[in-house]
């Protein structure tokens, strides 16, 4: 079946360092969600991306659909302590999770 | 507006026994979505109902139903519990005909002993 694959799977990383998860699906995506888990939280959503190659922002972080919309990507620009979290991404067809990207960030 | 609600928040049953969920969805939300929550396997999606039908399921037994209830409320049921079935269940609910936005409930912590 479906397998959608993140990389890495824990990052640590020193405040004010920037981070990237890479999110792969072995078959090809309709739409992509991101959200983001705090621990001991519930998922909260981020963003969808829907066309191939999209490229969205929202204050320090960036979004992207791959050109074949099989891959995406999330990138944080000088993390903050308020970034730690799990980030999941999720294909809305089938509604099946990324494995997720642990964030922990130092101060 | 009120967020999603899941009931119980908290759940001890013995191995064999049932259990039954509940989750009710943001006023006016019309899918629910069911997730179970593990360390070793993740996020990983069981059904999705929208307006009383099931319209997605996952890889899970037979063991795991669902159902949807004309006002949107959702619950899920799992027959014959087994260790592994121990989790966070988490239920989102989203707007209309199509998943998007998708906001999740605090979750029901299930434990099997």
């Known amino acids: 079946g479906q397998q959608v694959m993140q990389i890495p799977q824990y990052q640590h990383v020193q405040e004010g360092e920037d981070f990237t998860t890479y999110c792969n699906s072995s078959?090809?995506?309709?739409?992509i969600q991101w959200y983001k888990q705090r621990p001991g939280g519930h998922p909260v959503f981020l963003i969808q991306l829907v066309k191939s190659g999209e490229v969205k922002k929202q204050k320090r972080l960036t979004f992207q659909f791959g050109e074949a919309k099989k891959n995406s990507s999330l990138h944080i620009t000088a993390t903050q302590t308020t970034d730690v979290g799990t980030y999941f991404c999720q294909d809305t067809d089938k509604l099946i999770f990324g494995t997720g990207t642990r964030l922990q960030v130092f101060p | 507006k009120a967020g999603v609600t899941q009931t119980p928040r908290y759940l001890i049953k013995t191995r064999g026994q049932q259990v039954t969920l509940s989750c009710s969805p943001i006023s006016g939300h019309r899918s629910v979505s069911w997730y179970q929550q593990t360390p070793g396997q993740g996020l990983q999606f069981l059904f999705e109902y929208f307006s009383e039908t099931q319209r997605n399921k996952g890889n899970f037994p037979g063991r795991f139903s669902g159902r949807q209830f004309s006002n949107s409320r959702s619950e899920m049921n799992v027959s014959t519990l087994e260790l592994g079935d121990s989790a966070l269940y988490l239920c989102?609910?989203?707007?209309?005909?199509?998943?998007?936005?998708?906001?999740f409930g605090p979750g029901t912590r299930l434990t099997v002993t």
């Open positions: 989102a609910s989203s707007l209309g005909d199509r998943v998007n936005e998708q906001y």
């Open positions: 078959t090809t995506l309709s739409n």
